[in-house]
């Protein structure tokens, strides 16, 4: 299956605390996208990981794809209010036509 | 400059109605989508073009018809609407078809009633 399970689904947290969230599929892909999008937005992309056992640092935030490249995981370290968002991992598909699969995303709601 | 820019942003219209949603990029990307964003905020690709050219239907009722006359346009077209299609509509483009990531415009909200 091609299918991208998030979990967890929601996340309401304090600032300053850490979180992880994780990406899972039953199959390997080429590559895995993660996205952030703000209420009234379109999702931005975050960043793009393509080796197996590649880890992206984007400030605070840290991008892991599994060894196997069946995994993912989103790491933010001190979360801020401004983290806030719908948190999307996404896949090529099968063919070369630029589809991207998305995975369900993770609500992360951080309090001040 | 807005790179993917969508109109309108917001449409409530009743159903039977026809209705269309407008999208330009000017990135100069080859490939433009369009996705469907659900109630749960699932995205589910729609259509893909690759240089004004179809690639993807992905089983979408024939009452959604898309056209690009152009490579920087990609519009949508909604015939007979139903209660089903109220759901958040997202543009996006890509440089190409080879798993780059995505540009998405700030969507649109269609509301059936």
């Known amino acids: 299956t091609q299918l991208l399970e998030q979990s967890p689904q929601f996340l309401s947290i304090q600032e300053g605390e850490n979180l992880t969230v994780y990406c899972n599929s039953s199959?390997?892909?080429?590559?895995l996208q993660w996205y952030r999008q703000e209420p009234g937005e379109g999702p931005v992309l975050l960043v793009t990981v393509v080796t197996g056992g590649e880890v992206k640092k984007l400030k605070r935030l840290t991008f892991q794809f599994g060894d196997a490249r069946k995994d993912s995981s989103l790491h933010i370290t001190a979360a801020q209010p401004g983290d806030t968002g719908l948190y999307l991992c996404a896949r090529p598909g099968l063919s070369n036509t630029g589809k991207l699969i998305f995975g369900q995303g993770t609500t992360l709601q951080v309090k001040p | 400059d807005t790179a993917v820019s969508q109109t309108p942003k917001y449409l409530v219209t009743q159903m039977g109605n026809d209705k269309s949603i407008k999208c330009e990029q000017n990135l100069g990307h080859d490939t433009m989508y369009w996705y469907k964003q659900d109630s749960k905020k699932f995205l589910k690709i729609m259509f893909s073009?690759?240089?004004?050219?179809?690639?993807i239907n992905e089983t979408v009722p024939n009452r959604f018809s898309p056209k690009s006359p152009d490579k920087a346009h990609l519009n949508l077209h909604i015939n007979s609407l139903e209660l089903g299609d109220s759901a958040v509509y997202f543009c996006?483009?890509?440089?190409?078809?080879?798993?780059?990531?995505?540009?998405f415009g700030s969507g649109t909200r269609l509301t059936v009633v």
């Open positions: 199959s390997v892909f080429s590559s």
């Open positions: 073009y690759n240089n004004k050219e179809l690639i």
């Open positions: 996006a483009s890509s440089p190409g078809t080879a798993g780059h990531g995505y540009t």
